[in-house]
C-alpha cells in the first residue's frame, strides 16, 4: 500500500529557528505539492512540483520559506527563520500526471507534520 | 477567481441519519470536482470525484452529483456512521495537466451513537 510520508510527525521549536520538513512521495509520482492548513485559513497551497520543477510558488511566504526537490525520492519545505505564525500542520501530497491522464490525477496526501512555534 | 464555499459546520448527526454537505464553487468553464475527508490525526483522502455536468461520483456510501446549472456538488449519504466523524473538504480542479486544488474552508461531522 503506497503512501506518501512525512517527517517529522510533530516539531516544536524556537522563535527564529530554522525548521526543515521532508516529505517521500509515492514512488512514480512525479507531481508533488506542499499545503499549510490553519484554523483561520484553511488549507492553502505553498508550492508545487512537476518532475522535480518547480511551477508554483505563489503562495509561499518568499523571504522566509523555500522548496526543493532534491531527487525525485525527496521534497522539504524549509522556513528560517520560523516565526510564531508559521504554526500550523503542513502537508505533502503526490500525484501523477501524464498525456491520457488527465481525468485519472488524484493528489494523495501524506499524515502532515505538526509544526509549533514559541 | 475560482472558489469553492462549503456549509458551516459543525454538522451534528446521529448513527443512521441523512448527511448532507452544501458546496457551490465559482469557475469559469468546466472545472472537475473532488470531495476529500480528513480523519482526526491524518491527511486528505479522495472520497469521491467528478469530472463532467450531470457526472455522480460515488464511494463508501457517499454520493454527490456535478450540477452545472446550479454550480453545486453536495455530499449526501443515506445512513451515517459514528465512523464517518471527520472533516469533509469540497474541491475544484481547473483545467488538465495542472493538479491545483481550490478547497473550501471544510465541514466537521460529528455522529453521535
Known amino acids: 500500500d503506497a503512501r506518501v510520508t512525512q517527517t517529522p510527525r510533530d516539531k516544536v521549536t524556537e522563535m527564529g529557528q530554522e525548521v526543515t520538513m521532508r516529505c517521500q512521495p509515492i514512488l512514480g509520482h512525479n507531481t508533488v505539492f506542499w499545503y499549510r492548513q490553519t484554523m483561520m485559513q484553511g488549507l492553502e497551497l505553498l508550492a508545487y512540483f512537476r518532475n522535480r520543477a518547480p511551477l508554483d510558488d505563489s503562495g509561499m511566504p518568499k523571504d522566509r520559506f523555500s522548496a526543493e526537490m532534491p531527487d525525485a525520492t525527496l521534497a522539504t519545505l524549509k522556513i528560517q527563520p520560523s516565526e510564531p505564525r508559521d504554526s500550523a500542520v503542513y502537508f505533502c501530497?503526490?500525484?501523477?500526471?501524464?498525456?491520457?491522464?488527465?481525468?485519472?490525477?488524484?493528489?494523495?496526501f501524506g499524515p502532515g507534520t505538526r509544526l509549533l512555534v514559541l | 477567481g475560482n472558489s469553492v464555499t462549503q456549509m458551516e459546520g459543525p454538522v451534528t448527526l446521529s448513527e443512521e441519519a441523512f448527511l448532507t454537505i452544501n458546496c457551490t464553487y465559482t469557475a469559469t468553464g468546466y472545472p472537475s470536482l473532488f470531495w476529500y475527508v480528513q480523519y482526526p490525526g491524518e491527511g486528505l483522502q479522495l472520497l469521491l470525484k467528478?469530472?463532467?455536468?450531470?457526472d455522480k461520483g460515488s464511494n463508501k456510501g457517499f454520493e454527490a452529483t456535478y450540477r452545472k446549472e446550479t454550480t453545486s456538488f453536495h455530499l449526501e449519504k443515506g445512513s451515517v456512521q459514528v465512523s464517518d466523524s471527520a472533516v469533509y473538504f469540497c474541491a475544484l480542479r481547473k483545467g488538465t495537466g495542472f493538479q491545483k486544488l481550490v478547497f473550501g474552508t471544510g465541514t466537521r461531522l460529528l455522529v453521535s451513537p
Open positions: 467528478a469530472t463532467k455536468a450531470d
Open positions: 501530497a503526490s500525484g501523477l500526471t501524464a498525456p491520457g491522464l488527465a481525468y485519472q490525477e488524484t493528489q494523495y
